[in-house]
T-cell receptor, first 115, second 116 residues
Framework: DSGVTQTPKHLITATGQRVTLRCSPR?????VYWYQQSLDQGLQFLIQ???????AKGNILERFSAQQFPDLHSELNLSSLELGDSALYFC??????????????FGPGTRLTVT | AQKVTQAQTEISVVEKEDVTLDCVYE???????LFWYKQPPSGELVFLIR??????QNEISGRYSWNFQKSTSSFNFTITASQVVDSAVYFC?????????????FGTGTRLKVLA
């Protein structure tokens, strides 16, 4: 158990809909990362938050947005869903420092199926 | 620009064989970090090792070992006496400082199948 929790585990929704994925980082970790993993694909970095502020952006679509709340949990919002958005969405957290880079601990993922 | 190449898409070995997973990276920085992660069939990614660019010492942890060579920009991972439970997708990752923050990039992964 990595200590990172994600809900829900599975989500099935229709095209055009909006969903929210939730993540709670490991105790003490201030950084949260979101990744998308499509079938048989690698990990695509979407966005990183540090202590409530956006720190880095990857290949995140404009239809997607995220935020990190004062209690450090994070939510990833996906809107106007398309079939191609079907994927496994991972959240990860890490101890963060501007002077070093640390390993990320991943949650179990949310499997999103868009029909 | 940073880049991580895992040229081996899939490897199959028979149990008890040794297997090496290759990872080649590109970076302009002198300070960077390298990682390996395992993704078993259950799906969750598991951290295996972190190495900074100033530490070229090879590391061994049980049946796992890592060979870091800056001269060839490689950070290869060897599993000795492989077991069926080693079957997973293995990702190599590179982190370097970009615009004041460390950014991760993952390789495309190598799927290892260990046959009984």
């Amino acid at each position: 158990d990595s200590g990172v929790t994600q809900t829900p585990k599975h989500l099935i929704t229709a095209t055009g809909q909006r969903v929210t994925l939730r993540c709670s980082p490991r105790s003490g970790d201030l950084s949260v990362y979101w990744y998308q993993q499509s079938l048989d694909q690698g990990l695509q970095f979407l966005i990183q938050y540090y202590n409530g502020e956006e720190r880095a952006k990857g290949n995140i679509l404009e239809r997607f947005s995220a935020q990190q709340f004062p209690d450090l949990h994070s939510e990833l919002n996906l809107s106007s869903l398309e079939l191609g958005d079907s994927a496994l969405y991972f959240c990860a957290s890490s101890v963060d420092s501007r002077s070093s880079s640390y390993e990320q601990y991943f949650g179990p993922g949310t499997r999103l199926t868009v029909t | 620009a940073q880049k991580v190449t895992q040229a081996q898409t899939e490897i199959s070995v028979v149990e008890k064989e040794d297997v090496t997973l290759d990872c080649v990276y590109e970076t302009r920085d002198t300070t960077y970090y390298l990682f390996w992660y395992k993704q078993p069939p259950s799906g969750e990614l598991v951290f295996l090792i972190r190495r900074n660019s100033f530490d070229e010492q090879n590391e061994i942890s049980g049946r796992y070992s890592w060979n870091f060579q800056k001269s060839t920009s490689s950070f290869n991972f060897t599993i000795t006496a492989s077991q069926v439970v080693d079957s997973a997708v293995y990702f190599c990752a590179l982190s370097e400082l970009t615009s004041g923050t460390y950014k991760y990039i993952f390789g495309t992964g190598t799927r290892l199948k260990v046959l009984a």
